[in-house]
């Protein structure tokens, strides 16, 4: 399974992103999907995932501000980010669980600056 994130970029504060995740196959049957980041210098976190079940979780410091969802007619997992801060600068991953794996996509900047 191949994953593809995009729609990164550079951004001000208060600004929105919005970032995709395409798989190389139908994510109708994962288990769950989840965005990671890492900011330069620090270790990677946690940001939000997606059950199969339809829960969303999410870390505190992106909690009321980004939305995690999925189409899986289209085979996407999406991370909506608003109100962006200079502090969400960083790398972001998309990861899908199922197939009896975990795969990771190879990451897209974020950078929030003015």
């Known amino acids: 399974v191949q994953l593809q994130a995009s729609g990164g970029g550079l951004v001000q504060p208060g600004g929105s992103l919005a970032l995709s995740c395409a798989a190389s196959r139908s994510i109708s049957s994962i288990i769950g999907a989840t965005w990671y980041r890492q900011a330069p210098g620090k270790q990677r976190e946690w940001v939000a995932t997606?059950?199969?079940?339809?829960?969303?979780i999410y870390a505190d410091p992106v909690k009321a501000r980004f939305t995690i969802s999925r189409d899986n007619a289209k085979n996407m997992v999406y991370l909506q980010m608003n109100a962006l801060k200079p502090e969400d600068t960083a790398v972001y991953y998309c990861?899908?669980?199922?197939?009896?794996?975990?795969?990771w996509g190879p990451g897209t900047q974020v950078t929030v600056s003015s």
């Open positions: 997606l059950s199969s079940s339809g829960a969303r």
């Open positions: 990861t899908l669980t199922g197939w009896g794996s975990t795969y």
